[in-house]
């Protein structure tokens, strides 16, 4: 009788740790990588279409990469890199991503007269891969047109 008060014991302490980790780890995953702001630019004088944002990282360690994972049709994807700008505060990094064409330009065949853009970021650091997917429904913008 011992034996099994002793084995209930040590199976509910087990039990009670898994699932304190397990709920922490749930409620900590989320704040990793989200989007600060973000706009879409079309000029027609031009042919200018800009396409750029600002994301707020955790520093989870030193080398890391946040990307930028795109699409103007729903059937291509890209993928642009975003830079490192600065600290946020103590435990956290600002990011900053930023592509562009004009008429005259070869790159970036994909932003020539977007009608949207739709996007999420990847931020992967020590072996994670976190997303911001706006909830899984993947962040939308529509085209602004400027006429200067």
């Known amino acids: 009788m011992k034996v099994m008060k002793k084995l209930f014991a040590g199976l509910m302490m087990f039990t009670l740790i898994f699932g304190v980790s397990f709920v922490g780890s749930a409620f900590a995953s989320g704040d990793e990588v989200k989007l600060i702001d973000s706009d879409l630019s079309v000029m027609y004088k031009n042919g200018y279409v800009g396409f750029s944002g600002n994301i707020d990282v955790a520093n989870l360690g030193p080398v890391k990469n946040v990307t930028v994972h795109y699409t103007t049709d729903d059937t291509n994807w890209y ?4 830079s490192y700008v600065g600290p946020a505060d103590v435990n956290r990094e600002k990011w900053h991503f930023g592509i562009s064409r004009t008429d005259s330009s070869k790159d970036h065949l994909e932003l020539k007269d977007p009608k ?11 072996n994670q891969i976190y997303w911001d997917n706006n909830g899984g429904r993947i962040i939308t913008m529509k085209s602004i047109v400027h006429i200067h």
């Open 79 to 82: 993928d642009t890199a975003a």
């Open 116 to 126: 949207f853009i739709k996007f999420a970021i990847k931020y992967e650091v020590n």
